[in-house]
């Protein structure tokens, strides 16, 4: 199984674990922009490393229920 993940790096839940946010249309959302335009949504947590490669953001949250976050493809962790 694939785990995708990026920590939070300042703020008040600095440290906090991010995953890969499942919205209530059952989608993943990769994007090169925050605009709803430019949502590329997948069905597969495993569809999202190749779009991580290709430069996608990936829209993340935590457990906590923070708002989800767009997350440069240089602050995930992708291990399999």
Do not use: C, Q, W
């Not at 605009?35 to 490393?49: A, G, Q």
């Amino acid at each position: 199984m694939i785990k995708i993940s990026a920590k939070i790096v300042r703020g008040k839940n600095k440290g906090e674990e991010l995953t890969p946010h499942l919205h209530k249309n059952g989608k993943y959302v990769a994007s090169e922009t925050r605009f709803k335009r430019d949502y590329i949504e997948v069905d597969n947590i495993s569809d999202l490393p190749k779009l991580i490669k290709d430069g996608y953001k990936i829209r993340m949250s935590s457990a906590s229920g923070s708002a989800p976050s767009l997350i440069s493809p240089s602050s995930i962790t992708i291990k399999s």
